[in-house]
């Protein structure tokens, strides 16, 4: 049987919200099937979030995990390509902690790139109507965290990779602040997943970035 792993996130930093734990939380609703979704919605601690997702791993030995989780101030849905072996906290996680300069996984490479098909993935997502883009940078808070610490946990042949999503409309702090309709992070959500499943090789088209 094939699984998928999907985890969001809990609210941080004194927001009420987080649009990836309520999108991931939809998209459990929605999901039906044949493939066995696990969802999860992860705590925003450098040391919760890690060890959430390996057990989480190493319970379902899933074939696909992909982690999301909110980048405010991002207009686009952000599907990463770039981890980094870097914890440099601008601000403290949900346990105060604040750790800067250290790695997240010692004795681990300085960068591992996802293996999710990024490019297809961002392809789907925009024909849909939904702006998104490859990004190549996933901070060096909890979301790159946890992404690189997927990437370390996930068994060799597993797909593991990130999502940023921007704000929701309905939760933005404010009118100024850039935001999609859940929907639509729903549903970018579940390309992800089913583009994860079911494209066994990426698009070639450049995704890249002049700066
Ligand atoms: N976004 C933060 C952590 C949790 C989340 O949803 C980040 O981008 O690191």
Not at 17 to 37: I, K, M, Q, Y
Not at 94 to 102: F, I, K
Not at 181 to 203: G, K, M, N, Q
Request: aromatic share 6%; glycine share 8%.
């Amino acid at each position: 049987m094939t699984t998928v792993l999907l985890t969001g996130f809990e609210p941080f930093g004194g927001d009420a919200d987080n649009p990836s734990g309520e999108a991931v939380r939809w998209v459990a609703e929605r999901w039906s099937g044949p493939e066995v979704l696990v969802t999860a919605v992860l705590p925003v601690t450098f040391r919760g979030a890690a060890q959430r997702l390996r057990d989480l791993v190493a319970e379902h030995r899933p074939d696909v995990v992909i982690a999301t989780g909110l980048a405010g101030g991002r207009a686009v849905i952000g599907v990463e390509r770039v981890a980094v072996n870097l914890i440099d906290a601008r601000i403290a996680d949900n346990d105060g902690a604040q750790p800067v300069d250290e790695p997240s996984v010692a004795g681990a490479p300085a960068a591992r790139f996802a293996t999710l098909p990024v490019k297809a993935i961002t392809q789907r997502i925009v024909d849909a109507g939904i702006p998104a883009e490859v990004s190549y940078s996933a901070g060096t808070f909890v979301c790159n965290h946890v992404f690189f610490t997927a990437l370390e946990a996930a068994a060799s042949g597993t797909r593991a990779g990130f999502v940023h999503v921007p704000w929701s409309v309905d939760h933005a702090p404010s009118p100024e602040v850039p935001a999609l309709p859940l929907a639509d992070i729903v549903r970018a959500l579940e390309i992800a997943v089913r583009t994860s499943l079911d494209v066994a090789v990426d698009a070639t088209a450049t995704a890249g970035t002049l700066h």
